[in-house]
């Protein structure tokens, strides 16, 4: 069956950086729209970043010109390089295969003040 597995979440100050990975298997995800979402404490989930089967890839307002969506076809990975990270990005972070309901179990990241 369809697998993702993210890791790279941690504790970080502000201003710092994380790399998310999101391992894929199961499936070549290769031809998949690929997106990372976050949902903090009572609230609702919300996309962060989608990354096209090409190199096309879109972002929140939120996070545009800090966080970078990139891929790895030959690994089936995707990636998420978060920079100059923020409390309001403290959130658990799920990676999902855009149109089919798979994601992962997701990974903390938690950003101090």
């Known amino acids: 069956q369809v697998q993702l597995v993210e890791s790279g979440g941690g504790l970080v100050q502000a201003g710092g950086s994380l790399r998310l990975s999101c391992a894929a298997s199961?499936?070549?995800?290769?031809?998949?729209?690929m997106g990372w979402y976050r949902q903090a404490p009572g609230k609702e989930r919300e996309a962060v970043a989608v990354i096209r089967w090409g190199v096309y890839s879109l972002y929140a307002d939120s996070v545009k010109g800090r966080f970078t969506v990139s891929r790895d076809n030959a690994k089936n990975t995707v990636y998420l390089q978060m920079n100059s990270l923020k409390p309001e990005d403290t959130a658990i972070y799920y990676c999902?295969?855009?149109?089919?309901?798979?994601w992962g179990q997701g990974t903390q990241v938690t950003v101090s003040s």
């Open positions: 199961g499936r070549t995800f290769s031809r998949d729209d």
């Open positions: 999902h295969i855009e149109g089919y309901d798979y």
